[in-house]
């Protein structure tokens, strides 16, 4: 069906004669490696003038161009063979549905890097809180720790309490004691000459927070069978 | 080197139509138009699938390629420069999608075949048919034998030679873009071209 293809020669043997000199040392082995290119208009200006002024003296060439055509023209009857039989528009439904299945079924992808800043903000607050929780948490741990350190201190004060001021230290208790009665209670035990020094040389907080540990803790014992309150620090207690 | 859409005779569009070119629908679609993609697809998508075929000769991983080279195209098409034309830029997503196919298939199978067999693309020619061609059964024989003598001259090009030859020859690309998809120097591809030329002179002496 087929004639049987000749033989190929080495790329580095193709269009090459040694010696075949032309007219103003242009090479017909130059012109010849040009054909291809001459013919897709590739040729520089220069080049170009050359080729046909090259051609014009040189049968040889004219007959290789002539040829060059006629493969050009076998190339141009035939074409790559084509396999697709899908609709146009199936083609593009196909494509399309694999868009929306990759792209949109799938916003966190495409959508979570916008929210990386929102997320990292976020995480920073919570950070943020959960060590100023701890910090706050601690500090309340060592005050207590620091108030429950004190309790020789405030055995020693209540010892040291006149009777009516340990009333009123007692009575504190059934009274649901107020900031009025813990800031009298205060001055009543600042008042006393021998808890005067070791009351002065707290702070503010630390005063309240004695004389608050101080009504808890002795506020109940003439009252056994009343409930026991806690009074929070600041003040009064609901 | 940008590359103005022609139709061809298979793709002729209504005179009544404004033809707008492939960059008038890169940029639609890069302001929000989706329309401006899907008429890409239909514009390039019967070249695209015969690469794809070309290479993997296989209806339905050349259609799955094909129309993967379409997702990523639609994926990356907001960032694409437009240094190139968008078709070659296509052409250069599909191909490589095909040799990764290929690569991974042949290791799959654990063959042994070298890379140049591995992408080797045996083309198939048939008659143009655009093209006049005489009713008579005789001459139609003579022409279906010469599209089967040049399919036949062209697969016994070495695979780079062929290549270039056939994106140049039907492909319709320049040779700047074929080096740039082939990763050549443009005097890479010109020899190539040229040494495609001239085997398949011999090769096809009988016939000329």
């Known amino acids: 069906m087929n004639p049987a293809l000749p033989e190929l020669p080495k790329d580095k043997n193709i269009g090459t004669n040694p010696g075949n000199m032309r007219k103003g040392g242009v090479n017909c082995d130059k012109i010849k490696n040009q054909m291809s290119i001459y013919l897709n208009g590739e040729l520089s200006e220069k080049e170009q003038k050359e080729f046909e002024l090259h051609l014009t003296d040189c049968q040889s060439c004219q007959a290789e161009l002539t040829q060059i055509k006629s493969l050009y023209n076998l190339f141009a009857q035939v074409k790559p063979v084509t396999k697709i039989s899908l609709p146009e528009e199936d083609f593009l439904l196909q494509v399309r549905r694999k868009i929306r299945n990759r792209y949109t079924q799938a916003p966190s992808k495409k959508f979570f890097p916008r929210l990386i800043p929102v997320f990292a903000t976020a995480a920073l607050l919570l950070i943020f809180v959960i060590g100023a929780n701890k910090y706050r948490t601690r500090q309340i741990a060592e005050t207590e720790k620091a108030v429950s350190g004190q309790k020789t201190s405030i055995d020693f004060v209540y010892d040291n309490l006149d009777s009516d001021t340990k009333s009123l230290v007692n009575d504190a208790m059934l009274d649901d004691v107020s900031a009025s009665s813990v800031k009298s209670l205060e001055s009543e035990i600042i008042s006393n000459s021998e808890t005067e020094e070791l009351i002065n040389n707290f702070s503010d907080n630390e005063k309240d927070d004695f004389i608050k540990t101080l009504v808890n803790k002795y506020s109940q014992e003439p009252n056994k069978s009343g409930s026991q309150r806690t009074i929070s620090p600041g003040g009064d207690n609901a | ?208």
Not at chain 2, 27 to 38: I, T, Y
Not at chain 2, 115 to 127: V, Y
Request: proline residues 2%.
């Open chain 2, 1 to 208: 080197m940008d590359r103005t859409f022609k139709p061809t005779n298979l793709e002729q569009a209504s005179p009544t139509i404004e033809v707008r070119s492939d960059q008038e629908l890169v940029r639609e679609f890069k302001k929000g138009n989706e329309n401006g993609f899907d008429e890409l697809v239909r514009r390039y998508q019967q070249r695209i699938y015969n690469l794809a075929w070309r290479m993997v000769r296989n209806q339905e991983d050349a259609l799955e390629l094909s129309q993967e080279a379409f997702v990523r195209a639609y994926a990356a098409l907001r960032k694409f420069k437009e240094k190139s034309s968008f078709y070659t830029w296509l052409y250069r997503i599909c191909f490589n999608l095909c040799l990764t196919f290929l690569k991974k298939s042949k290791k799959i199978e654990q063959r042994t075949e070298s890379i140049d067999t591995m992408t080797e693309e045996r083309l198939m020619l048939e008659l143009d048919t655009t093209q006049k061609i005489a009713n008579q059964p005789e001459t139609l024989k003579k022409q279906q034998d010469l599209a089967y003598s040049i399919s036949n001259a062209l697969n016994r090009l070495p695979l780079q030679q062929r290549m270039v030859f056939v994106m140049r020859q039907y492909d319709g690309f320049d040779n700047n873009e074929i080096a740039e998809m082939l990763d050549l120097s443009i005097g890479g591809v010109k020899s190539n071209y040229h040494h495609a030329i001239k085997k398949l002179q011999i090769l096809l002496k009988e016939l000329m």
